[in-house]
């Protein structure tokens, strides 16, 4: 079991992985003031799910240049890592967003970063 997270600055998606079947589903949205989500929710998350390891999408440019949301969302997988002493794993996650409103019809942008989330920890068992 793995948890993935895709880092927003006002939301952060959150997934469940499996390792057998290398799917995952949509969990929820977190709420993040500034990009700092409510510590005491992840780590209930982190305790009802107990994940081997976290993912932690990566949002680099299309060229492969990083902007300022790349460096928020390192601070934030280092901030995980230390916090629950779990290993973090940052993948790629360049259209994720794209690809879950694709897949949705829902205009909730909630279940958007969500399903992205999933999209994420999906690339990152399928490596």
Not at 3 to 11: R, V
Not at 56 to 74: F, H, R, S, Y
Request: hydrophobic share 45%; aromatic share 8%.
């Amino acid at each position: 079991m793995v948890l993935g997270f895709d880092f927003g600055m006002k939301h952060i998606g959150v997934a469940t992985g499996q390792e057998i079947t290398k799917t995952a589903s949509p969990l929820k949205s977190l709420q993040a003031k500034d990009g700092i989500p409510d510590w005491d929710e992840v780590a209930n998350l982190i305790k009802e799910w107990a994940p081997k390891a976290l993912i932690v999408g990566n949002p680099i440019n299309m060229d492969g240049t990083t902007q300022e949301i790349t460096n928020c969302a390192k601070r934030f997988a280092g901030r995980l890592k230390h916090k629950f002493k779990i290993p973090v794993h940052m993948v790629d996650e360049r259209l994720t967003t794209w690809e879950a409103k694709q897949r949705l019809t829902d205009v909730n942008i909630a279940k958007y970063n969500a399903e992205a989330a999933a999209i994420i920890t999906e690339q990152w068992l399928n490596l």
